[in-house]
């Protein structure tokens, strides 16, 4: 995964809380057995139905930031939807509250979920309706979200080992790799009659 330091951007609004798993990405895309290609089907029900839907609409062609309702990613803990939100070009999805599973495998690939006080989130929403072109800017080193044509400043936690992973580029074989050398020389002291990696 590549080291996500800051990213700037426009966003989408997804006003729309409770957003689960389903819906991010309908079972009908959990056929494919590569990890790409997913982001045809993002939010694909919604899309096919609501001809007004946020990911329909040209204004927000070519966001990098999805800005969701409280409780985004809940349910079942398919790895599909995050795939769906990174293939699709998100880099982060801002909202008040995540599914926990949700998080963490947002984390794991780089995907960055930035949790916002509530009326941080409802004011980011507001300004990109208004503004489809609002530039938001989020900064992992320091932890902030900012808006700052539109005044809105938000800091989000972010533990120090998922934020350090983030900054160097760890996803977990890159967390495993950076052991290559002890793997390697436990590999080749083996007895030759145990299976071997190499």
Same mark, same amino acid.
């Given at each position: ?15 729309? !809380? ?25 939010? !694909? ?30 349910? @079942? !803990? ?110 080749? @002291?083996?007895? !030759? ?6």
């Amino acid at each position: 995964m590549d080291a996500v330091r800051i990213i700037t951007g426009t966003a989408v609004p997804l006003d729309r !809380s409770d957003v689960d798993t389903d819906q991010i990405i309908p079972a009908e895309w959990l056929k494919r057995v590569e990890r790409t290609g997913f982001g045809v089907g993002l939010f !694909s029900a919604w899309r096919e139905k609501e001809r007004d839907f946020v990911l329909n609409r040209a204004e927000y062609a070519g966001a990098n930031i999805l800005i969701a309702g409280p409780n985004f990613g809940v349910g @079942s !803990s398919r790895e599909h939807a995050v795939w769906a939100l990174e293939d699709y070009g998100f880099k982060a999805i801002i909202a008040p509250r995540f599914g926990d599973i949700f998080r963490n495998n947002c984390t794991k690939v780089g995907l960055v979920p930035v949790t916002v006080e509530p009326e941080v989130g409802e004011a980011l929403l507001r300004a990109v309706e208004a503004d489809p072109a609002l530039e938001i800017t989020i900064d992992v080193e320091r932890r902030t979200v900012e808006a700052p044509a539109a005044g809105i400043i938000g800091t989000f936690p972010l533990d120090d080992f998922t934020q350090w992973r983030l900054l160097e580029g760890l996803d977990d074989v890159g967390l495993t790799l950076r052991n290559e050398p002890d793997i390697t020389a436990f590999e080749t @002291s083996r007895p !030759s009659f145990l299976p071997t990696t190499i």
